[in-house]
Structures are given as structure tokens and as C-alpha cells.
């Protein structure tokens, strides 16, 4: 059973900075990619960022790609989403999500921590 554990929310003012922490347990996460999303009220789940455990490589959702950067320290079974420049449209609850690479569907998931970006 995977395990997704979120940190790191909070309230930030526009232009500041946050560091989401997604620790995962349960798994070996050798053959999985692991994922953030986002969700605001009225609005769909949003892809924010991915990275394969293994080999690193990162995609970005096109609202993150320039301002948020995903990494993960193996060490720690953790990953991270720092987050820059942040605008009050980035206000939303962030998930932490997990798939194996040979699927596309994420089925593991975390219960998100909120962030609130005042302007």
C-alpha cells in the first residue's frame, strides 16, 4: 500500500516562495513516477509536475514550467516541489500523486496540503 504524505503549505504572499515535501512509504518506488497536482474550488485537478523515481526526468504542467521546479532525494523517499514567484492564482490544495511508469493513470494518492497566495 502506497503511502503519500504532504507538507510545506501555507500562506505566502505574491512573489514569494514555497517548498511542497511529498513523502512516500509503502513501495519501492524504483518503477514509479511520482506527481503533484492541484485543485482549487470550481476548478478541475490540475497536472503541476512529474519525475521518474529512476532516471529524474521532469515534465511540467504549463502553469509551473518556469517558476516550479520537482525533484526528489531518493535518501529520503521524498520529493519536492519548490515553488517561485508565486501568483494568487496558484492559490489551490496541493496533491502528491503516484504511478508506475508503464501506466498513465495515477492511482496513489496523498490529502494534499493547501496553499493560499495573497495578493
Known amino acids: 500500500q502506497v503511502q503519500l504524505v504532504e507538507s510545506g503549505g501555507g500562506l505566502v504572499q505574491a512573489g514569494g516562495s514555497l517548498r511542497l515535501s511529498c513523502t512516500a512509504s509503502g513501495r519501492t518506488f524504483s518503477s514509479y513516477v511520482l506527481g503533484w497536482f492541484r485543485q482549487s474550488p470550481g476548478k478541475e485537478r490540475e497536472f503541476v509536475a512529474a519525475i521518474s523515481w529512476t532516471s529524474g526526468t521532469t515534465s511540467y504542467g504549463s502553469s509551473a514550467r518556469g517558476r516550479f521546479t520537482i525533484s526528489r532525494d531518493s535518501a529520503k523517499n521524498t520529493v519536492y516541489l519548490q515553488m517561485n514567484s508565486l501568483k494568487p492564482e496558484d492559490t489551490a490544495l496541493y496533491y502528491c500523486?503516484?504511478?508506475?511508469?508503464?501506466?498513465?493513470?495515477?492511482?496513489?494518492w496523498g490529502q494534499g496540503t493547501q496553499v493560499t497566495v495573497s495578493s
Open positions: 500523486a503516484a504511478r508506475l511508469i508503464i501506466t498513465p493513470t495515477y492511482g496513489d
